[in-house]
């Protein structure tokens, strides 16, 4: 079975640090680009960042530059999100997701069920 | 660039034929996915290339549009259906999400 599980959600206080994992199973994880999508409470679905297969190329909203690193170990199956500087905007549920990205299309098919980060004192 | 989607909710009842739009601020070409997002739960991929059905989601889905201007249709409303819908595009390596059109219960 494809699937995505996220982990390493919890509460931190503004200005810390989180790192959030995504282990990867039922299908060739180094072949796909992979995407963190997050969803602030109440709020719409905002994208954060994409990687390649070989994380050579990494890709941030504007918002997180500079504070979020993206990373992938394809031995270990597992994306990554590296969080600091955290403020309470990024308070969200936090979804990894396959990303298929060729000529006239790019999509996420396969999405984990989420963890959730709150920043707050 | 920006995704605008409209309306941003509607009331619709079984049976019903609904249509949403989706609007970028530049064109886009075909990159342009639909996900269904039911409360508590993932994304669920719908539509993606302007127009391709995933597999699995059923045919009432469809959707159309290249360039700026994007519709999915749900050419029967059925229960299942009621959520939230979200367009995506890919821009510059950015996946820009739009802001969302909640299909509730009439």
């Known amino acids: 079975e494809v699937q995505l599980v996220e982990s390493g959600g919890g509460l931190v206080q503004p200005g810390g640090s989180l790192r959030l994992s995504c282990a990867a199973s039922?299908?060739?994880?180094?072949?796909?680009?992979m995407s963190w999508v997050r969803q602030a409470p109440g709020k719409g679905l905002e994208w954060v960042a994409n990687i390649k297969q070989d994380g050579s190329e990494k890709y941030y909203v504007d918002s997180v530059k500079g504070r979020f690193t993206i990373s992938r170990d394809n031995a270990k199956n597992s994306l990554y999100l590296q969080m600091n500087s955290l403020r309470a905007e990024d308070t969200a549920v936090y979804y990894c997701a396959r990303v298929n990205w060729g000529p006239y299309y790019y999509y996420m098919d396969v999405w984990g069920k989420g963890t959730t980060v709150t920043v707050s004192s | 660039i920006q995704l605008t989607q409209s309306p941003s909710s509607l009331s619709a009842s079984v049976g019903d034929r609904v249509t949403i739009t989706c609007r970028a601020s530049?064109?886009?070409?075909?990159?342009l996915a639909w996900y269904q997002q039911k409360p508590g739960k993932a994304p669920k991929l719908l539509i993606y290339a302007a127009s391709t059905l995933q597999s699995g989601v059923p045919s009432r889905f469809s959707g159309s549009g290249s360039g700026t201007d994007f519709t999915l249709t749900i050419s029967s409303l059925q229960p299942e259906d009621f959520a939230t819908y979200y367009c995506q595009q890919l821009n510059s390596y950015l996946g820009t999400f739009g802001p969302g059109t909640k299909v509730d219960i009439k």
């Open positions: 039922g299908f060739t994880f180094s072949s796909y680009w």
């Open positions: 530049q064109g886009i070409s075909s990159y």
